[in-house]
């Protein structure tokens, strides 16, 4: 297995990246992985560890994706590291920016843009040839705010909308060469970016009762999905959106007002 995903120094990114190397151990193979993180927080060691720790090995780069000479360094350094040859581009890196539309300042429209679409754009040109080379794939974690306008969030919800758009179209075009396009498209789920949120206890328990499933979600349901289109039982899937909420966004119409029942 030889892989690259973006965004990847804890919460999905990190759980996707330990998942994918203990996958291709089960499998008898040693994984050979790049992460890539902002380089804004301290370099993840202890998940690097678990992740070499299956027997895999790791490159770890970082840097600002929203800047296009970045991506094209790191798009480098990937191929080069992988030999050229690639299984999985997983493209999880994110960023949102919550404000009203009308208040929304260009510049933040633009940088929300930069991170969650341009990059997935930018390296999946660079990698088409060493994904081709072994009818690799490209799985983006998008949200389920890409599918479903969400108010006060900014440019987020257009941004994750462009990047499913742009997998479903590239999952057209290069089918030919063998190489599959997916996304993922989490719901409510606690991360380290979240944490905040969920650390008080009457918000955790108000988000609960909105799922059916009646729980927050965790970055190793959203890694499962995302190992599972990156893997060979899902050799037939490219395309698709994997919605992953808990049954959140078909709630709407469970939640319409209706006559007492007595």
Same mark, same amino acid.
């Given at each position: ?11 999905? #990114?990190? *759980?996707?990246?330990?998942?994918? /190397? ?37 490159? =770890?780069?970082?840097?600002?994706? &929203? ?7 790191? /798009? ?8 050229? $040859?690639?299984?999985?581009?997983? *493209? ?61 969030? #900014? ?30 498209? !989490? ?10 949120? =969920? ?12 799922? !059916? ?5 965790? %970055?190793?349901?959203?890694? &499962? ?5 990156? *893997? %060979? &039982?899902?050799? =037939?899937?490219?395309? $698709? ?15 319409? !007002? ?5």
């Amino acid at each position: 297995m030889k892989a690259i995903i973006t965004g990847a120094s804890h919460g999905i #990114g990190g *759980s996707v990246a330990l998942m994918l /190397a203990q996958d291709a151990a089960a499998r008898g193979q040693n994984a050979q992985i790049v992460l890539t993180a902002s380089g804004s927080k301290p370099k993840p060691e202890d998940l690097i560890e678990s992740i070499e720790g299956t027997g895999a090995r790791t490159l =770890y780069l970082t840097g600002d994706l &929203a800047d296009t000479e970045v991506s094209l360094r790191i /798009a480098a350094q990937t191929i080069e590291f992988l030999g050229g $040859e690639m299984d999985c581009f997983i *493209s999880n890196a994110g960023v949102s920016s919550p404000a009203a539309l009308h208040d929304l300042p260009l510049e933040k429209w633009d940088w929300t843009f930069n991170v969650n679409v341009r990059p997935t754009f930018i390296l999946s040109q660079a990698f088409r040839p060493s994904l081709a080379a072994r009818r690799g794939s490209i799985t983006a974690v998008a949200s389920m705010s890409g599918q479903r306008p969400h108010p006060g969030l #900014g440019a987020y919800s257009a941004a994750k909308a462009a990047l499913i758009m742009l997998c479903r179209q590239i999952a057209q075009e290069w089918a030919a060469d063998g190489i599959r396009a997916n996304v993922v498209a !989490p719901g409510m789920i606690r991360t380290p970016l979240t944490e905040k949120i =969920y650390h008080h206890d009457a918000v955790r328990r108000q988000r609960e009762a909105l799922v !059916p499933l009646g729980r927050i979600g965790t %970055p190793e349901d959203i890694a &499962a999905l995302v190992v599972f289109l990156a *893997s %060979p &039982a899902a050799s =037939y899937v490219t395309g $698709e959106v994997l919605r992953a909420d808990g049954g959140l966004s078909d709630r709407t119409l469970g939640t319409i !007002p209706g006559l007492p029942k007595d």
